[in-house]
């Protein structure tokens, strides 16, 4: 019923022959289930705690450093804390978040920063969740991939935003799924290798002799989300002239950005592309010519693209061309 950790070469705390090993440090974590997943020098495990009845997703300096662990032998209290549905299964850390299958699907900050906790002992909500209609934990850790999350969910490969922002909304935040395979009853936790997420289906047979399902792996592409994009100078309501006209935007992707235009609407032009922009240390930058369209009032947007081709779209600004 405890987290252990061991010198992995096994000289410090070991002796005799054949030789035995005992712990470097020792936590409690409920009743810990699953695998723990290590990160940035802190270890993360699931558990449950029968005084609250809920699981428990625990986090512990891996090095069981003095801050959070004494005594001899040593032994350690959490970093952190987080509750969750269920018990959690073994975790997954990427781009400083632990995500983590407890019935429900739960996304904290790995670091647990005080924007998600405080308190003392630390306690940390998540920083968003998805609800399925619970059919138990997937049996391994969530897999990411270029910014999306691939999870056994509602006994379905489904594919998350891992950042919590497309199909996610309100407080506490909730998500759905990118997209969600219908057609089998995916049992296995998913895996990404060399691009492809694998995920597997299983023959299962009652009591009465009465079988379904069938044993099959199955591969997929892996989903990419398109970039963000915004508009950063002219700002909404801006009035513009003259032949060298600043047009600056931002744009970010889970791999990179290999193009950004600029469209104007308005008058005789819709989404009209005037200008594709140069990457810079300041932002994606384009001098354009408002005098090559009339005098008015448009609508101006960004279009980032990715090398898959993935496209996003800025919110509009308007702006007045005045010459």
Do not use: M
């Amino acid at each position: 019923g405890k987290l252990a950790a061991y010198d992995a070469a096994g000289s410090t705390n070991c002796s005799g022959t054949p030789k035995t090993c005992t712990p470097l440090w020792t936590a409690d974590a409920g009743l810990p289930v699953g695998t723990p997943a290590v990160a940035n020098g802190v270890v993360y495990i699931g558990g449950f705690d029968s005084n609250v009845g809920t699981g428990k997703l625990y986090a512990f300096d891996a090095a069981g450093g003095s801050a959070t662990c004494s005594g001899s032998p040593k032994t350690c209290t959490p970093l952190w804390s987080g509750a969750t549905y269920d018990t959690p299964v073994t975790p997954a850390v990427a781009n400083g978040v632990v995500y983590v299958d407890a019935g429900d699907l739960y996304a904290f900050d790995a670091a647990g920063g005080s924007s998600t906790c405080s308190g003392s002992p630390k306690t940390c909500r998540p920083l968003w969740g998805a609800h399925p209609a619970a059919t138990g934990a997937s049996p391994g850790p969530p897999a990411v991939a270029n910014g999306v999350l691939y999870v056994q969910f509602d006994e379905r490969l489904s594919a998350f935003d891992a950042a919590g922002s497309t199909n996610c909304s309100g407080s506490p935040k909730t998500c759905s799924p990118l997209w969600t395979v219908n057609n089998a009853a995916i049992v296995s936790s998913a895996v990404v290798e060399n691009g492809v997420v694998y995920a597997g289906t299983y023959r299962f047979c009652d009591p009465h002799g009465i079988c379904g399902g069938e044993n099959k792996l199955y591969a997929f592409g892996l989903e990419k989300i398109p970039p963000t994009t915004s508009v950063v100078i002219p700002s909404n309501g801006k009035t513009v002239s003259g032949t060298n006209t600043l047009l600056d935007a931002s744009a970010s992707d889970d791999v990179s950005v290999s193009r950004v235009e600029f469209h104007l609407t308005g008058g005789s032009y819709h989404d009209a592309l005037i200008g594709v922009a140069t990457s810079t240390q300041y932002g994606w930058i384009y001098h354009w010519d408002t005098t090559s369209v009339p005098n008015g009032t448009y609508t101006l947007n960004s279009v980032a693209t990715d090398p898959a081709g993935n496209a996003g779209r800025s919110p509009n600004v308007s702006i007045t061309v005045a010459n």
